[in-house]
């Protein structure tokens, strides 16, 4: 099986910095795509930003130019660095990898950390 450890959560006032992370182990031949996605109470979960195996990134609208995300391809680990967040960045921000793993390429999901942006 694949394990997705995340970290990094907490409460953080607005204009200040978090950084999350989330490290991928098991059985892993591979992997593509890793990434966060994140889900507010009441809203549908939407993408926050994903990094290729190639170094390809995506942003959400809403936080490009303040999150940036990165992968130590070594360690199989992708962060997400948290500037000048806003309180409507408040929501649980789950780890996204996608692996070839078991002769398929696979999608999995971290249980989530919760990240609430108050002062």
């Known amino acids: 099986q694949v394990q997705l450890v995340e970290s990094g959560g907490g409460l953080v006032q607005p204009g200040g910095s978090l950084r999350l992370s989330c490290t991928a182990s098991?059985?892993?031949?591979?992997?593509?795509?890793m990434g966060w996605y994140r889900q507010a109470p009441g809203k549908q979960r939407e993408l926050v930003a994903t990094?290729?195996?190639?170094?390809?990134?995506r942003y959400a609208d809403s936080v490009a130019g303040r999150f940036t995300i990165s992968r130590d391809y070594a360690k199989n680990t992708v962060y997400l660095q948290m500037n000048s967040p806003k309180p409507e960045d408040t929501a649980v921000y789950h780890c996204y990898v996608n692996v070839f793993f078991a002769g398929a390429w696979r999608n999995y999901w971290g249980q989530g950390t919760q990240v609430t942006v108050s002062s």
């Open positions: 990094m290729t195996s190639g170094g390809t990134t």
């Open positions: 098991g059985s892993i031949t591979s992997i593509s795509v």
